[in-house]
């Protein structure tokens, strides 16, 4: 265990529905992360989060919007995903503000299928 | 053109029999260059984090290496439970910098 957990680890959902993935860190860290892993491509990052504040939008669609209530716990809502949306979403932690030079370290992933 | 290629895409090997994994980057300024493991199924585990060309690290069978252009992950006497996947990734100088990962390169050790 990395000490992040997400939830839930597996979710399939239609194009007009609407649900959250959620984050717990219990590492103490300052700074969170949602990626988007997609099968033969690069873990893309999507939004980051120092302090609970939102530092980074990598260009995501407005389908999905990040949430950030303190520095433990963030969630990614979504909202008439398309198909190309299917993916693993992986939620990291790391301490210190912003990148800096700290590890990052990733919960399980939730495995997302949108039909 | 990506900043952070690994090669080979996938590598076989039999249990004992060593290798190296390659990760070249292409950055202005590197700030730090990581590498993970990643089992099916589960997030990326933070293996090592190299700072400057020359350093070296290791853990248990494995070695990371780094040169200005490109690291190294050497896996010594692999066995079947080193079959995973191995993520490098680069973060580059200067304010907003953010993680660059490679695809990745598969490894799977035949027993």
């Known amino acids: 265990e990395t000490g992040v957990t997400q939830t839930p680890r597996h979710l399939v959902m239609g194009m007009t529905n609407k649900k959250s993935l959620k984050c717990e860190q219990h590492l103490g860290h300052n700074a969170m992360y949602w990626y988007k892993q997609s099968a033969k491509k690069p873990l893309e990052l999507m939004f980051v989060?120092?302090?609970?504040?939102?530092?980074e939008n990598n260009s995501v669609p407005s389908r999905f919007s990040p949430e950030c209530p303190n520095s433990s716990h963030l969630f990614l809502h979504l909202h008439t995903l398309q198909p190309e949306d299917s993916a693993l979403y992986l939620c990291?932690?790391?301490?210190?503000?912003?990148?800096?030079?700290?590890?990052?370290?990733f919960g399980p992933g939730t495995r997302l299928t949108v039909t | 053109e990506d900043q952070v290629t690994q090669s080979p895409e996938a590598l076989r090997l039999q249990e004992g029999e060593s290798s190296s994994l390659n990760c070249s980057y292409t950055?202005?300024?590197?700030?730090?260059l990581f590498w993970y493991r990643q089992d099916p199924g589960k997030g990326p585990e933070f293996l090592f984090t190299l700072y400057s060309a020359g350093e070296e690290k290791e853990k248990e069978r494995l070695k990371a290496t780094l040169t200005k252009k490109e690291s190294f992950l050497h896996i010594t006497a692999p066995k079947p439970e080193d079959s995973a996947t191995y993520l490098c990734a680069v973060l580059e100088t200067g304010a907003n910098s953010k993680l660059t990962f490679g695809k990745g390169i598969t490894l799977s050790v035949r027993p």
């Open positions: 989060y120092n302090f609970k504040e939102q530092t």
């Open positions: 990291a932690s790391s301490q210190g503000g912003g990148f800096g030079t700290y590890e990052q370290y």
């Open positions: 950055v202005s300024g590197l700030r730090g």
